[in-house]
């Protein structure tokens, strides 16, 4: 099947500075992506649809200042968490949407864990 | 979205089937429904989904109720492998870009 890959697996930063994580779609294009965050115990909260070519679309509450994303090509999006502070630390997820069909399933990547201390 | 109720937590024996039941009493005509189990320290993984007949694939079966208002995933023999949390999303045919909204789940444990 599809595979998705996320890199890098887990990042440790100093608090203030900024972590990019890489979203691919290995054999298929992707022209919308998702991003999702998990904090421990408890389920995926969406963060944002990255639309290849255009701005993303951020859910209520996320601040897009701070999550920079950037879907510039049909198998890569970037999260880019800005001046990250130790609340910042998670389980982040990106999936990518397969053609707008709700009938096909999704595709998620390992995840990244980040970690601000 | 219409949302989905799921039990927090199930057990089951290694070996014996597990029936993981979703309630989504609002489901409308064109939401499909769709399961995701998520391992420890791992993106979700697709599972199987419907719109209204029961559907097997290699890794589990899913049965719908007639009245689509619920839906029971079913793990014929459970591995140690299995132990995960279950996700039932239902997901809009017409849900533009395809994102998928998660409730809580169900975390599966195996006993050996």
């Known amino acids: 099947g599809a595979v998705v890959s996320q890199h890098p697996s887990r990042v440790i930063c100093k608090s203030g500075t900024s972590v990019k994580i890489e979203c691919r779609s290995l054999?298929?294009?992707?022209?919308?992506m998702f991003w999702y965050r998990q904090f421990p115990k408890q389920s995926l909260m969406l963060m944002a649809t990255?639309?290849?070519?255009?701005?993303?679309?951020?859910e209520q509450g996320v601040e897009k200042d701070k999550f920079l994303i950037n879907h510039a090509s049909l198998t890569l999006s970037t999260l880019t968490v800005t001046s990250a502070h130790p609340e910042d630390s998670s389980f982040y997820i990106c999936?990518?949407?397969?053609?707008?069909?709700?009938?096909?399933?999704?595709?998620f990547g390992q995840g990244t864990r980040l970690t601000v201390v | 979205d219409a949302k989905t109720t799921q039990p927090n937590s199930m057990e089951s024996n290694e070996e014996e089937p597990v029936h993981l039941p979703c309630n989504h009493s609002?489901?409308?005509?064109?939401?499909?429904i769709h399961w995701y189990r998520q391992l420890p320290s791992q993106g979700p993984e697709y599972v199987i989904h419907?719109?209204?007949s029961n559907v097997n694939n290699r890794m589990a079966s899913l049965a719908i109720a007639e009245d689509r208002k619920s839906s029971t995933l079913i793990l014929h023999r459970a591995t140690l492998r299995d132990a995960a949390v279950y996700y039932c999303?239902?997901?809009?045919?017409?849900?533009?870009?395809?994102?998928?909204?998660f409730g809580q789940g169900t975390e599966l444990s195996v006993k050996p």
């Open positions: 999936s990518a949407g397969l053609p707008r069909s709700s009938g096909a399933e999704a595709f």
């Open positions: 609002t489901i409308s005509g064109t939401d499909y």
């Open positions: 999303i239902l997901r809009d045919l017409y849900n533009q870009g395809g994102k998928l909204i």
């Open positions: 419907g719109l209204t």
């Open positions: 990255s639309n290849e070519g255009s701005k993303a679309t951020y």
């Open positions: 054999d298929f294009q992707a022209t919308t």
